[in-house]
């Protein structure tokens, strides 16, 4: 189950939390660092954007990356029954209007650090270097960087009319273009990793981003006005994942839900 960021009980907080900071610690391909490169750095980058894969190639990402997370977490507490979802950060709410990114993702001003503010930039020296040289401000200094975030005003996060929008496309074609363009908006008003493909999945609300993408997605599909991808696209591999374009299109067939939007 997928639940507003907001709206996470204590428990499903930790939960999350622990993954995330399980996963981190996997150097090998169900790690952390694996998933965020496939995004972007290192080589070769696989994701989409700009092309009618965009939508199905980043919902197989969050549905992998999920189960990896799932998968870490057991492996950290020794329990097959735990399950992590991931959660969405609906940037259009008036919370988020009001106070920007959602809470179980921002800095904590004491205590220990929170897994979910700042991710670890898993790359090779050169490929640091690069990112140094080329996206400053995007990652810390020293030898284990992490994500930095420049975050613009709360206020000019996309609003719910914008979001109307995209979803009153009559097409899917029209549907990916406009989400996508708002989904852009974001990754910028976010700044620092995020503003850019090479490091923006190091960041963790890069995953909570994603998964409000995905869901209007869904909710779009739930509408009169859904329609699938080209058929020419269905049968398309969406590597580096063992999914095609057809098996992304029923969320119930990859085992997932949207909660219902409530805040509490």
């Known amino acids: 189950m ?16 622990e993954a995330f900071e399980a996963v981190y610690r996997i150097d090998d391909d169900r790690g952390f660092g694996f998933f965020a490169g496939i995004h972007g750095l290192p080589l070769p980058v696989y994701c989409e954007h700009g ?8 919902r197989a990402y969050l549905y992998h990356f999920e189960r990896a997370l799932t998968a870490a977490l057991r492996r950290a ?10 959660p969405w950060w609906d940037w259009s709410s008036a919370v988020s209007q009001d106070r920007g990114l959602p ?39 020293g030898e284990d960087p992490v994500t930095l975030r420049d975050p613009e005003e ?77 058929v020419r696209l269905l049968d398309r591999p969406l590597p580096p994942f063992p999914t095609t374009v057809r098996d992304t299109l029923d969320i119930s067939s990859l085992g997932y839900e949207y909660a219902a939007q409530v805040i509490g």
């Open 2 to 17: 997928r639940k507003n960021a907001e709206n996470l009980t204590p428990s499903e907080l930790v939960d999350l939390r």
């Open 154 to 230: 709360p206020a000019e996060l996309p609003r719910d009319p914008t979001v109307q929008r995209a979803l009153r496309a009559t097409t899917f074609t029209d549907f990916s273009r406009i989400l996508e363009s708002i989904h852009n908006g974001v990754h910028g008003w976010v700044g620092g990793a995020m503003s850019a493909a090479p490091t923006a999945a190091f960041d963790p609300v890069f995953w909570a981003h994603h998964a409000m993408i995905d869901r209007l997605w869904y909710l779009w599909q739930l509408s009169p006005r859904n329609g699938d991808p080209p």
């Open 103 to 141: 809470t179980p993702f921002r800095s904590t001003a004491d205590g220990p650090t929170n897994p979910l503010s700042a991710g670890p930039v898993v790359l090779g020296p050169d490929d640091l270097r690069l990112v140094r040289e080329n996206l400053p401000g995007a990652i810390s200094e």
């Open 51 to 58: 092309t009618a894969l965009f939508l199905p190639w980043h």
């Open 77 to 86: 507490r020794g329990d097959e029954t735990v399950e992590v979802g991931l």
